[in-house]
């Protein structure tokens, strides 16, 4: 029981505390304006003027884009299909400054300065007989593992790929287990559990019992 | 009325500052004038952000462009719907609509409860009232909507384009509500934790509220994705972009906390996970937003970094030490009342279901936040997009679809094999039927052939549930199929309710696995000029370009391109996509050029186009997608949220009476032989 009181009264310190630090940290930060990076234009005083060009996500990097070109291989001929291309170019996130693939946002954001000459690479590369390995590749060397829509499957990388899975998986174990530990209380009360109904609990014959636990089971479902 | 509004946000930060610590105070000390002070205190804020509201209100309608937030958002030419919904179109305006939200559901909170739960309720007042008080601190002393330029402006800088479209306009307020009702449960939790009453009571009291939030994230989140695929022009719906998995992250512990409410209120179990998952729940909206608003993680849906962020960050810290501190004080009074009985039960099912959603919310978590550690840890900036997501979560999900037809097939408590034969033959079937039909018509996508197995599956559980119940109704009742069915959902609406959730479940994961068999095609057309593809049903199409237009709308100067479509040799109707070039009342170009995308809808898919660009007068780059099945999201999202709106309708007393059962029977004791002889 004092321990209990202790508690709370630890408690109620410990949440006025967590109060004043809350308030200290809504008041500590300056005073500054934001405003949405979807708006492009500034305010003056005749109206607007035109702002920074901007992508769907932020600011745009029109100078993003960095040259991607090997040699064509000897007696090269295109190494994939045109629909192959198009989901090559899923894979390789656009630098403008969007959060997109190449693909989609060359055929979404038509002011995009980045897209196309990236596409155009990759067009060439493909004519130049590279496999979808060898572009993605390349395409890494030059830009970093950035350009890749999806981490490469390596090193500290695989945390990103097994962690979720990890996870997963250990919850499963310790709901197994916790279900075991709840059966086994369950199997060693069930006798004690019958003797500590009420006294004037109405009597009911084994069958009656079992109707009943049907009936409520089905009632509950 | 502007300076009203202002003077309003003022009062109302003093009024919420009083509201939290009367309650608070009140609560500890016991004294009835200072809780009483406290719950007045919550409905007069509520009252000051109204005004405060109707204050921006005006000055948006008014084009009051004194205001840098009006100035920043709106033109003289914007039309009047997207005037009103620039009160939540910035950062400034948003957190005002966030804190009106917020004070509006405290105030029925208060409301709702002045006769129960006497002795939560200074402290659930005293919860709501501190983040009321956080929302307006951070809107009065870091970005007020109120503050004025310090020069004259003749017009407003215009809304983005891509926001002025009807999905966005309500999007963003249900996406709010449902954020917002996550605070109410979490006070309740708080309430129950400090005052250690840990028992159903408070349960009680959340369950509508977080059905609430439920309801309002799944309108908001299918809006979005309605919003994405009509606005951004890219062909998708879901882009697994950190705000849209800000959105689906409290939905997802929300989801799970409205299956394992239900194993605490029956059995008197996982009372510490309910806590939990409420917890949770609430704290990843408020990480939602930080997220949105940070500028920590690049999104298309962010607001520009800001110092709200670090607000945020703070309130995010404090609020999880708080709720830790206080659930692993109190782990003792949150033991179970009750067993597992078997592993083979509806409550066991409802954990492995809990176990997966709480899985996915994490796998999303982590690929959103995993950038950010990549870059702390190597230094090496990564890109996490659709491929990483759909290789980790597609398998969940997929887990996740099977158990949801399963759950409901499994008693509680315990099920027998011959009650599990009975139970699974249709749906077993029905999963078979599919399968086969599917393989034989050539599909070999084997995660969309799972999918559908697994959706024929669901389908046979709901159908032979509903088949069921309308049967029994008609036996006992004489009454027809229909009024059957109607009463049938009537009577157990949390039951049916949630069986029609399942059924949106199964058409929303239908339309997902329909992504499978997107086509998309790049073409470059002069006018008269065919295009030629097959569809992924077989069908042959032809797209003639009928040429490039110009026009002007009212705020905007448009080039459209239309395409007359043909399907096996049928003409279909005109499909024309635009590129609109917002301008100011002065006709001067404002924002990058954006997309109108046509779409021909169907059930079974949409013909998407886009106009990409202009090499030529009359010579458009077009791509065309065939999108199976995208219809069956927004279906499935409305029936989804028609289920959730079924599931939390009251219910009237009688009903409320026949439910439960409080007799308590003990097994006779064996007759002696001598009464056997009587």
New interface residues.
């Given amino acids: 029981m004092s321990r209990h009181r202790h508690t709370e009264s630890y408690t109620r310190r410990d949440f006025l505390i967590a109060a004043a630090v809350g308030v200290a940290g809504v008041a500590l930060p300056r005073r500054a304006r934001g405003q949405d990076t979807q708006q492009s234009g500034e305010q003056d005083g005749q109206g607007v003027t035109q702002g920074p060009r901007t992508t769907m996500s932020g600011p745009m990097n029109e100078s993003a884009y960095r040259p991607v070109v090997l040699p064509p291989k000897p007696g090269a001929k295109p190494s994939m299909s045109d629909g192959q291309r198009d989901a090559l170019e899923h894979q390789l996130h656009c630098q403008c400054g969007c959060t997109l693939d190449v693909f989609t946002c060359r055929t979404t954001d038509f002011t995009c300065p980045v897209s196309p000459p990236m596409h155009h690479d990759i067009v060439n590369l493909v004519l130049g007989g590279y496999t979808a390995a060898e572009i993605l590749d390349a395409f890494r060397k030059t830009y970093g593992e950035r350009v890749l829509m999806s981490p490469v499957r390596e090193g500290f990388n695989w945390a990103g790929y097994v962690a979720p899975f990890v996870a997963l998986g250990g919850a499963t174990v310790a709901v197994a287990a916790l279900i075991r530990r709840w059966r086994g209380v369950t199997a060693g009360v069930t006798g004690d559990a019958a003797a500590s109904l009420p006294a004037d609990a109405p009597a009911a014959t084994p069958d009656e019992m079992a109707r009943l636990d049907a009936a409520i089971r089905d009632d509950e479902r | 009325m502007i300076l009203l509004g202002e003077m309003s946000l003022w009062i109302a930060l003093l009024v919420a500052g009083w509201a ?1 610590v009367t309650s ?1 105070t009140g609560g ?1 000390l016991r004294r009835q004038d200072l809780i009483a002070s406290g719950e007045r205190a919550v409905y007069a804020t509520w009252g000051f952000v109204v005004v405060a509201s109707l204050g921006l209100w005006t000055a948006l309608v008014q084009h009051d462009f004194s205001l ?1 937030y009006v ?3 709106t033109s003289r030419n914007l039309p009047h719907l997207y005037t009103l919904s620039a009160f939540w ?3 400034a305006g948003s957190m005002l609509f966030w804190a009106l939200i917020l004070t509006t559901y405290s105030a029925i909170a208060v409301w709702s409860n002045r006769n129960r739960n006497r002795v939560l309720m200074p402290y659930v007042s005293g919860v709501l009232a ?1 983040v009321t008080l ?1 929302f307006l ?2 809107i009065c ?3 007020s909507p109120f ?1 004025r ?1 310090p ?8 809304m ?1 384009p ?2 002025q479209n009807p999905g966005m306009a309500f999007h963003p307020p249900n996406l709010y509500l449902g954020y917002v009702a996550t605070t109410v449960p979490f006070a309740f939790a708080i309430a129950a934790l ?1 005052t250690r009453r840990l028992d159903a009571e408070w349960l009680a009291a959340v369950r509508r509220w977080a059905l609430v939030s439920w309801f309002f994230l799944t309108i908001g989140i299918t809006l979005g994705m309605w919003w994405a695929y009509v606005e ?4 998708g719906y879901w ?1 697994w ?1 950190p705000v849209e998995n800000a959105s689906l992250l409290p939905w997802l512990t929300g989801t799970a906390f409205l299956h394992s409410i239900m194993i605490q209120e ?1 059995r008197g179990m996982l009372r510490k996970w309910n806590v939990v998952l409420v917890v949770s729940t609430f704290l990843l909206a408020i990480l939602g937003t930080f997220i949105t608003r940070s ?1 920590v993680i ?3 849906h ?7 962020g ?2 945020f960050g ?2 995010l810290v ?1 609020a999880l ?2 709720t830790t ?2 659930v692993v ?1 109190r782990l003792h009074n949150l033991e ?1 009342k009750a ?5 083979l039960s ?1 409550e ?1 099912a409802f ?2 279901n809990n ?2 959603l ?2 996915i919310a ?2 999303v978590m ?2 959103t936040l ?1 950038p950010i550690l ?1 870059e702390a ?2 230094g ?9 997501f759909n ?2 979560n597609v398998p ?1 999900g997929l887990l996740l679809l099977a158990l949801t037809g399963i759950g ?1 097939l499994i ?3 315990r099920t027998s094999v011959s009650n599990v034969r009975r139970q699974f033959a249709v749906p077993a079937f029905t999963a078979i039927v599919v399968g086969a039909v599917l393989l034989v018509l050539g599909m070999r996508e084997w995660h969309a052939l799972v999918a559908y197995i697994l959706a024929g599956f669901v389908s046979g559980t709901i159908l032979q549930e509903f088949y069921k119940g309308v049967g029994a109704r008609m036996r006992m009742h004489g009454e027809n199929p229909i009024m059957a069915f109607v009463r049938l959902v009537a009577r157990n609406r949390r ?1 049916y309710g949630g069986y029609i959730v399942h059924a949106g479940v199964v058409m929303l994961f239908c339309a997902f696995a329909g992504l499978a068999f997107k086509r ?1 095609f ?1 073409v470059t057309l002069t006018t008269g000029q065919a295009f030629r593809a097959t569809d992924p049903y077989g069908h042959a199409w032809r797209f003639v370009s009928d040429g490039i237009s110009r026009f002007d709308a009212l705020n905007r100067q448009v080039t459209a391109v239309t395409l007359k479509p043909w399907r096996d040799g049928r003409a279909m109707p005109l499909i024309e996509s635009e ?1 609109r070039q917002h301008v ?1 009342s ?1 006709g ?6 954006s ?1 109108a995308v046509g779409i021909y809808e169907k059930p079974s898919q949409d013909v998407y186009v ?1 106009f ?2 202009q090499t030529a007068p009359d010579t458009a ?1 077009i ?1 065309i997608t065939f999108n199976p099945l995208v219809w069956w999201v927004w279906y499935g999202g409305m029936v989804m949220a028609l289920g959730g709106l079924i599931v939390m309708w009251p219910a009237s007393d009688r009903t409320r009476a026949q439910s439960g ?1 409080a ?7 064996r007759p002696s032989p001598a009464d056997a002889a009587l």
């Fill in positions: 939290c608070f500890v840098r100035a920043s958002y179109a910035g950062q501190a956080f601190a951070t002393f870091g970005d503050e330029l020069y004259d402006v003749i017009d407003g800088n215009g983005n891509q926001l400090i951004l022009g890219w062909g882009a972009d029956k500028g690049q999104s298309v962010s607001f520009a970094q800001s110092p709200v670090v607000w703070a309130l404090i030490s708080v501190y206080l004080t179970a067993e597992l009985e078997s592993m509806r066991a954990l492995y176990v997966l709480v899985g994490f796998s982590w690929g995993f990549s840890v190597r090496t900036k990564i890109t996490v997009g659709p491929p990483f290789a980790v969940l409901p008693a509680w408590r039951r998309e790049d590129k100011d002065r001067q170009p404002t924002f990058e050029p997309t886009v990409t660009g780059e791509r059962y007799a308590v029977m003990r097994p006779a004791a």
